[in-house]
């Protein structure tokens, strides 16, 4: 696609319960970053995917987090037992090569 | 790990102003970026900017990666300008500052 297309754009979901965040990343970019932003904060990383090579998941906070990036393309971020502190932005990025990162317009995340 | 520090933490100016916002950083950079974030929270990257000087319009940017820090300058500031400054640098992954905040007022 053109962009970066994440969805869903908004997601309330009750503490407890597991939720799935998707990440279309622009097609032929081979690296793909997920990261949180909370309220009025940076860029926290959680995770990279660099081709096939296995994911940096150095950033993912907790193992109620994991990530999926499905032939090359396609990411899905798995936060289990959501708590109030995941509440937050979540922001997927591609790219090709280490510069010219392009950001989707994130997921909003609350957890309540 | 490698410190990004963003000077100032927010800043409010009257249209037409001009700005400098800087980026100090802990490590030597073989990357560095500038990203615009817009009030409705879409990241935009501005430059690429490693070493040198490169301008975008308004906007232009400066790297003396000897001494560890970005400059990036906005000149004749408009509303559309306000949101959030990020620098962020090294390859995989970007670290981002904390980024300075700036309103543009009318």
């Known amino acids: 696609g053109a962009g970066v297309s994440q969805s869903p754009s908004n997601k309330v979901t009750e503490k407890g319960k597991d939720v799935e965040l998707r990440c279309d990343p622009i097609?032929?970019?081979?690296?793909l970053y997920w990261y949180r932003q909370s309220l009025g904060q940076g860029l926290e990383f959680l995770i990279y995917?660099?081709?096939?090579?296995?994911?940096?998941k150095s950033g993912l906070p907790s193992d109620r987090f994991s990530a999926e990036r499905t032939g090359g393309s396609v990411s899905t971020l798995t936060i289990q037992r959501t708590q109030q502190e995941d509440s937050a932005v979540y922001l997927c990025?591609?790219?090709?090569?280490?510069?010219?990162?392009?950001f989707g317009s994130g997921t909003r995340l609350t957890v309540v | 790990g490698i410190q990004v520090e963003q000077s100032p933490p927010d800043l409010i100016l009257q249209e037409g102003a001009n700005s400098t916002l800087r980026c100090n950083f802990s490590?030597?950079?073989?990357?560095l970026q500038w990203f615009h974030q817009n009030p409705w929270g879409q990241l935009i990257n501005l430059f690429y900017?490693?070493?040198g000087t490169k301008q975008n319009g308004r906007l232009s940017a400066t790297t003396v990666a000897t001494e560890r820090y970005s400059l990036l300058y906005i000149s004749s500031s408009q509303t559309t300008d306000s949101g959030v400054y990020f620098c962020?640098?090294?390859?995989?992954?970007?670290?981002f500052g904390k980024g300075t905040r700036l309103s543009v007022i009318a």
């Open positions: 097609s032929g970019h081979t690296a």
């Open positions: 962020a640098l090294r390859n995989t992954p970007l670290v």
């Open positions: 995917f660099q081709g096939n090579s296995a994911p940096d």
């Open positions: 990025a591609s790219s090709l090569g280490a510069r010219g990162y392009t």
């Open positions: 900017i490693p070493s």
């Open positions: 490590d030597s950079v073989n990357n």
